[in-house]
């Protein structure tokens, strides 16, 4: 029996290999596999998406196109009801606008408005942080002195100061893609703080070790040392901060959006469609607002739920 040759199994050929292996093995995948409300975030997360890049096939009409809106189809009942008609699934608004085709196209603008915003953010606050925590010094407190002044004010009270400003200089030469542009601006400049915050804590700790001393050694310059081997083991808390900030930042954009501060009636958001069906709650349109709200729950709700998984999982206390 010494001389038996054990079979090779014919599925080993195809079995993962490399980093995709590594990632199947690894803790954070199988706390994921284990959590099934977390399989059902991510699932209804994954739709979200899946739904605004595909808007444009899905929609029954492109609710930013005036040529295609007829005021004569205006506030049609949702399609299961006695007023209902064919193909308003989810009713029509004041403006002849098929609802869940405005949600499709809304749900692009929030998401894009949400992760642009987180990115701005994450940039600039990773990007201070690691000069506060890597140089230390005057350089440090003045930028820990600007983020404890900022945390004072709520973020929507700092986005809507930004989009103020932004809107008195500019007037009317702000159209739908400046809008957008400002309300990235906004929320970026509202959520830097808690990335700089957290990598400036990382690297204070991070930079008395032995790498960053061999690194220095060999004479490398600091901003590679701070990109290349100090920023990575900062990766953890980050990705939770950037996850739970992706909701807040939809959420604001939605909340500058029903103030009437955010994108405009002819481009709308989410936020922008429950301001509009907001109007005509009480005049028996429940669908016009209620529609936008439930998307815009459930995304926030399925953000949320992996934001707080993903804070465990990462959580070396909890595994």
Known sequence: MSDAVVPHRSEDHHAPTGWFKRALDSDIFYSFRRSRLTMVAAAITLTFFLLAIFASWLAVQNPFDPAQLQLINSRIAPLWTADGQSPFLLGTDEQGRDVLSAILYGLRISLAVGIAGVVFAGALGIALGLIAGYFGGVVDSVIMRIADVQLTFPAILIALLVNGVAKSLLGNRLDEMSTLGVLIIAIGLSFWVQYARTVRGSVMVEKNKDYVAAAQLIGLPAPKIMLRH??????????????????????????????????????????????????????????????????????????????????DALNPKLR
């Open 230 to 311: 100090v920023l990575p083991n900062t990766m953890g808390p980050i990705l939770v901060i950037a996850t739970i900030n992706l909701a807040l930042a939809i959420i604001t954009e939605a909340t500058l959006s029903f103030l009437g501060a955010g994108m405009p009636d002819t481009m709308p958001s989410l936020g922008t469609l429950i301001r509009i069906g907001n109007n005509y709650l009480f005049a028996g349109e429940w669908w016009i607002v209620a529609f936008p709200g439930i998307a815009l729950a459930g995304l926030i709700l399925s953000i949320n739920l992996l934001g707080d998984w993903l804070r």
